[in-house]
């Protein structure tokens, strides 16, 4: 599967963005979903994820009660809605996807979009 995300810019602390992330093949709906994020300087870093199904997403801490997950299988696409920006929010946000929700959630899935970069301003 290829994956293409979309959706960043530059916003100010208190706002709001929405990341897109297109996926091609036909088996899109077979694969778990998730965002990861890395920082200037820093690790990437876990930040959302859903299952095939869209039940039960789960949340890194750091963004939980801000940040939505969705998806769209019948689009073949992956929604980040981000609400109340943080500085520390910004980072290049990436979407990646494998078969296995486990490996999601580790941040080691098979595949990986190219990277939209979110910066938010104080």
């Known amino acids: 599967v290829q994956l293409q995300a979309s959706g960043g810019g530059l916003v100010q602390t208190g706002g709001s963005l929405r990341l897109s992330c297109a996926a091609s093949?036909?088996?899109?709906?077979?694969?778990?979903m998730g965002w990861l994020r890395q920082a200037p300087g820093k690790e990437r870093e876990f930040v959302t994820a859903?299952?095939?199904?869209?039940?039960?997403?789960y949340y890194a801490d750091s963004v939980k009660g801000r940040f939505t997950i969705s998806r769209d299988n019948g689009k073949n696409m992956v929604y980040l809605q981000m609400n109340s920006l943080r500085p520390e929010d910004t980072a290049v946000y990436y979407c990646?996807?494998?078969?296995?929700?486990?490996?999601?959630?580790?941040?080691?899935?098979?595949?990986w979009g190219q990277g939209t970069l979110v910066t938010v301003s104080s």
């Open positions: 990646a996807a494998d078969t296995k929700y486990t490996k999601i959630l580790r941040g080691v899935g098979d595949y």
């Open positions: 093949g036909r088996t899109f709906g077979s694969y778990a």
């Open positions: 859903i299952g095939w199904t869209g039940v039960s997403p």
